[in-house]
């Protein structure tokens, strides 16, 4: 193993482990709104009818975050033995926005609730938290909508970055024998040369590939 093949491991692993932190924050960060908006409509369930529509809006959008939550498990670790196809990541993608969009509009929903609809008024400690905190997630949440944006849209200019090392799940067609027509006289097709499948790769090791060093 040369210098550089040394770094470019080093550098897969890295990724491999901050793709992998993400993905529990952002799971973490959907468990820890729905706790809240459970919590807000117990602890707001005496307040006016206009306090408690601010919470079941906000509990709405907190369930929706997720159940795209769910799906995008779902479609990120249960497959067969061939690995991802193309279809899968792009879907897990589309999900990954589906879920930022929704915080955003929970978030959006709990500041305004915050700042004049009453909630979490009974107690004011717990009011200036969640000013704090839905404006922080809110921010964030922006941000790394834009950025998922951008990542797709870049994805679908430079598909062999990403996609490059999936395994096929279908042969290339241009591959396949010509047929030949019946009145002509027929000549045996040359052995087609299959070309060896990459190796599969799972959701989390999607934006990295992987160095095989020879002993």
């Avoid at 809006?57 to 990120?76: D, P």
């Avoid at 990542?151 to 999936?166: D, H, S």
């Avoid at 040359?190 to 790769?201: F, G, H, L, M």
Wanted: proline share 3%.
């Amino acid at each position: 193993m040369n210098e550089n093949e040394a770094r470019l491991v080093y550098k897969n692993k890295i990724t491999k482990i901050t793709n992998l932190a993400l993905f529990i924050a952002s799971a973490f960060l959907v468990y820890i709104t729905s706790f809240f908006s459970a919590l807000l409509l117990i602890a707001d369930g005496e307040k006016d009818i206009t306090t408690q529509v601010f919470d079941l809006i906000f509990f709405v959008f907190s369930m929706l975050a997720l159940i795209f939550t769910a799906v995008r498990i779902g479609l990120m670790f249960v497959h067969g033995k061939g690995g991802l196809s193309r279809a899968r990541y792009h879907a897990i993608d589309v999900v990954k926005l589906m879920i930022t969009g929704t915080l955003i509009l929970s978030h959006l929903v709990l500041g305004i609730g915050v700042f004049g609809g009453g909630v979490g008024s009974s107690n004011s400690g717990l009011v200036y938290f969640l000013r704090g905190y839905c404006i922080f997630i809110f921010v964030l949440e922006v941000i790394v909508f834009i950025y998922r944006l951008w990542r797709m849209a870049w994805i679908k200019e430079n598909p062999e970055r990403i996609y490059g090392t999936l395994a096929v799940s279908k042969a290339d067609s241009s591959r396949a024998p010509a047929k030949t027509s019946s009145k002509t006289p027929s000549k045996s097709p040359k052995p087609v040369e299959i070309e060896a499948t990459p190796k599969a790769i799972g959701a989390i090791d999607a934006e990295v590939k992987e160095i095989e060093v020879k002993k």
